[in-house]
């Protein structure tokens, strides 16, 4: 039951990836770019690290990868931001 | 089933590696190049955790994709025109660089798969699982780092010494950047201790599992990084009375535990019974310190300006 959970989350961690790269190689401008790929990233990654918490089953384990997934995404959100504050600046001039 | 299954992983794992490697150095743009090559760091540390090699991976993951980016990426800060600076204007130097590489790689391939074929199993791992027990400590990369081969450690320290003094050597630091605002100034209150935290975990469970001086002393100077870019011109390094001794604290710490087993009649670098431990953390925690200090210094690309006040964003871009 909590492995067949922990594929069912990894899986879908993967498809987010997945839809976040297309959306990375596909979208016209850049702003769309970035909001592509990070929400697809921090989710797919918040869902790969419960998968694999869940299949590896100990407490620690699941404790040290959600602590991870708190730091990407806190991380993942600072550069985007200092990414999309760039653009503005430039298109402004 | 799951041993194609890894076998599929592997192979798509090396064929990325190869084709990030040819893109990065066949890149016409030079900031694409850095880009691929950060990419390849990462690529290659996965490739060293499959070959069950997480040290070399931690090492690979900080320095090579994380560290050696930043410094190429600030490099390319100095380029006046990226995109003018590609591999079009070649003299004999760097038509002569590939050629040379490749006979090298091929010297290297052939001595791995002749080592592979004349002794498939055996090497040195024996040897050294045999000795673990008197090293003092119990990760066999530690143990051969900090113990068995402590000269080339002290060697590779040295280059270290040396390198950073080529880089004071260079004048004064490139201009400081500008803050980058408040949203990085939270996540830097965030990461910040938690770098420095790290950096004493990993010397410290390096004694017992993959870790050690060298992946800690790169945290640190990741923490130096990211107040540099984040606007604090002195990114916290130790001022110009301090800096000195920092820098060379790592050597100065194996010469002194070597020349102390000279003069008590031992080898030099033939730790005491008993004492290898405890002199194994000493070395490794200066080292860390001047690790850290030596590749924070290199991302300042020169001497830093002793009067910069610590502490405080510079208001301008102008060099403080």
Redesign the interface.
Known sequence: MTEALGVMAVVAGVAFFLAGSIGLLRLPDLLSRLHALTKADNLGLGLLALGVGLLDGRLLTGVKLFLIWL?VL??S??ST??IA?QALRQERG | MEAQLWLLLDSALALLLLALGWACMASPDLRRGVVLFIAFGMVLALVWARLRAPDLALAEAVIGAGLTGALLLSALRDQPDPEATGVAGRDWFGWLVGPATLVLAGVIGWALFYALIHNPTEGQAGAIAQALPQSGVSNPVTAVLLNFRAYDTLLELAVLLCAVLGVLALGPARPAYRPAGPMLGVLLRWLLPLLIVTAGYLLWVGAQAPGGAFQAGSLLAAAAVLLRLGGYPTAGLPGPVARPWLLVAGVAAFLAVGLGTALSGAAFLQYPAGWSGGLILLIEAAATLSIGVTLGLAFFGGRPEPDCPSGNPAKESRPC
């Open positions: 730091l806190a991380g959100a600072v931001h200092l504050r």
